[in-house]
């Protein structure tokens, strides 16, 4: 059971888990810009914007909060 959760390539692994927090660290600024440029149209998508930000703020504080080495 423990073999299966070996990674091959940690240095791949690494680096796209890392671009992945990029890629939604950069959906949430390019949102909220859009928010920031016409209101008027984001209105009627109010929750589904809401549900976006706490799903990737989440995503994002994961990888920077599991991506730390401990000290000890």
């Known amino acids: 059971m423990a073999e299966e959760n070996v990674i091959v ?9 890392r671009y992945m ?3 939604a660290l950069a959906t949430m600024l390019i ?10 149209r984001f209105a009627a998508a109010d ?4 549900m976006m930000y706490g799903s990737l703020s989440a995503l994002v504080g994961a990888y ?8 000890k």
């Open 9 to 17: 390539d940690k240095a791949a692994y690494q680096s796209n888990r």
């Open 31 to 40: 949102a909220t810009t859009a928010v920031l440029i016409w209101p008027d």
């Open 47 to 50: 929750s589904i914007l809401m």
């Open 64 to 71: 920077f909060g599991f991506a730390t080495p401990k000290k």
């Open 21 to 23: 927090a990029w890629t």
